[in-house]
């Protein structure tokens, strides 16, 4: 029966992996994925053997229509990232959105991702919160960071190590020193951390210590910005 399954993998833990999710591969015909290197070694530890092909930001415009009709003629397969569900900050739109309009079956498995953890682990207000992602790298920078200020609800932004310490400078000077914040970082992994604090305070201690590994940033809406 043809079907599209969208499966969540680990973060950082392998263990974080669920049993429908591994089942799911066993079952499939075949798994897209990011890098089928990354990929290759999460299916070995799971005892997992099905073709990999590649599906990424850089080629799935052009590979999704051959994909598309492959699942029409009755193959299943799995979707999945380097890490965490699919669709967030990855990866997902164009081949679901595709196959939906082909009628085909598409299900979206529950599992790991990473702002979840980050956003409880925050100890902000969690009742609203809006996912960002990452900010525009350059062109609308600006512009997203002003709105963003006046956000009422807690934030969650992706970030990577080495631009960090930039983005709570801006961040700063856009929201103020005392906009409270949390930085978790190796989330699941041996050294997970979750630095609390004001934007300033947070960039002071990332000014001495290691970056490194994916970072989420969950910030304090407008409304809350009162130093813990």
């Known amino acids: 029966m043809s079907k599209l399954f969208i499966v969540p993998t680990p973060v950082g833990n392998l ?15 075949f798994i897209l994925c990011e890098d089928t290197r990354v990929s290759g070694k999460l299916l070995k530890h799971y005892n997992i053997n099905k073709p990999l092909k590649s599906y990424h930001q850089h080629n799935e415009h ?23 569900t699919p669709g967030i900050s990855d990866p997902a739109y164009l081949i679901v959105s595709r196959c939906v309009d082909e009628g085909i079956d598409v299900d979206c498995l529950p599992g790991a991702t990473a702002f979840v953890p980050a956003l409880i682990n925050s100890a902000l207000p969690t009742e609203r919160f809006v996912f960002e992602g990452f900010l525009p790298p350059k062109k609308g920078r600006q512009t997203r960071l002003k709105a963003l200020a006046e956000e009422k609800r807690t934030m969650v932004l992706y970030e990577s190590p080495h631009k960090l310490l930039k983005t709570l400078q801006q961040l700063q000077q856009y929201f103020g020193e005392d906009r409270p914040c949390a930085i978790c970082r190796e989330i699941s992994k041996m050294h997970e951390e979750c630095i ?30 009162k130093t813990n």
Do not use: C, F, P, W
Not at 15 to 28: F, G, I, P
Not at 67 to 76: D, F, S
């Open 15 to 29: 263990a974080d992996m669920t049993y429908r999710s591994v089942e799911t591969l066993q079952e499939v015909d």
């Open 62 to 84: 052009r590979v999704v229509d051959s994909l598309v009709e492959r699942i029409k003629h009755g193959e299943k397969t799995a979707l999945i990232t380097d890490a965490g």
């Open 196 to 225: 609390r604090g004001n934007l300033k305070k947070v960039e002071e201690y990332y000014l001495s210590h290691t970056l490194k590994g994916e970072i989420v940033m969950v910030i304090a809406g407008a409304e809350k910005n």
